[in-house]
């Protein structure tokens, strides 16, 4: 039995095919977990929303984790909850102090329910649930609550963006990139995945003890540190393979599903040693 696992997983890059989409051997995968008493919780940076775009992943969700860490949400319900935000004020003068260190940057807020963005995201994120406005007075004012701040540039890498605004004071807001992706993410102080997974399995009285992470980029560490085991991906960051205690293949290959079948057949076998003593 897994009864006390949860599986905790990424989605882009982590427990989805490259494509985007859920393999068939990772979704029988989730199901047998399921089936043998495991949780299954998605962490993700995605909205609420952007969960909702992956029909064949809801059926095996227990629950998921979105912005970081700043939300939870409940996909067989519609249920969302925000459990950190940044005052207006302060994602205000945190994008202030960003532009003037990356003047070629552009911004969206998150609020929890959609994505409020400069017209240039346009190009980038095609027709999905986000509004637009001209500039980045009109983005915080039509946002209303920021959950997330995004910063995007098309011609910086992450990791130039992340050392660009490394010493700049931006109140504590708790900071991640993308690695080659030129974008960053702000939320508030001490939301990231480790946080907002650690309340979804205090509800459920699990520990981090239960908990098997998987996860590919930066913002995935606080999770693979926290995790009582924890998996990087085959391609993962190299910030993300230092804090997960173990590897596994990359999402092309099933990484996360190929552990989660050892896992069962592992249980198995005790389950068979346990009853032939």
């Known amino acids: 039995m897994l009864k006390p696992l949860v599986i905790a997983s990424d989605l882009d890059g982590t427990l989805l095919a490259p494509g985007g989409n859920l393999s068939d051997r990772t979704r029988e995968a989730l199901a047998a977990a399921r089936a043998e008493g495991a949780l299954v919780v998605a962490v993700t940076a995605r909205t609420p929303y952007g969960v909702d775009m992956l029909p064949d992943l809801i059926p095996h969700l227990d629950g998921a984790v979105c912005a970081n860490g700043a939300v939870v949400y409940q996909p067989a319900t519609g249920r969302t909850r925000i459990l950190r935000s940044i005052r207006v004020a302060a994602a205000r003068k945190a994008a202030a102090l960003i532009a003037e260190r990356l003047p070629d940057a552009v911004f969206a807020v998150e609020t929890g329910d959609r994505i409020v963005g400069e017209s240039a995201y346009r190009a980038l994120v095609g027709s999905s649930n986000w509004e637009f406005a001209d500039g980045v007075d009109a983005v915080f004012k039509r946002a209303r609550r920021t959950v997330k701040l995004k910063v995007y540039c098309a011609s910086r890498t992450g990791e130039e963006m992340a050392d660009a605004v490394a010493d700049a004071d931006l109140g504590g807001l708790a900071m991640c990139h993308w690695g080659d992706f030129g974008m960053l993410d702000f939320n508030a102080r001490g939301a990231d995945k480790a946080s907002g997974l650690a ?21 995935d560490v606080p999770m693979l540190a926290w995790a009582g085991r924890s998996y990087a991906m085959g391609d993962a960051h190299p910030e993300a393979v230092e804090a997960a ?22 249980a198995r076998a005790d389950t068979e040693a346990d009853a032939a003593a």
């Open 245 to 266: 205690t173990d590897r596994t293949a990359a999402n092309a290959d099933d990484g996360v599903a190929q552990v989660v079948e050892r896992l069962l057949a592992e």
């Open 199 to 219: 309340h979804w399995c205090k509800e459920r009285r699990r520990g981090p003890d239960s908990v098997v992470a998987f996860g590919d980029m930066p913002n």
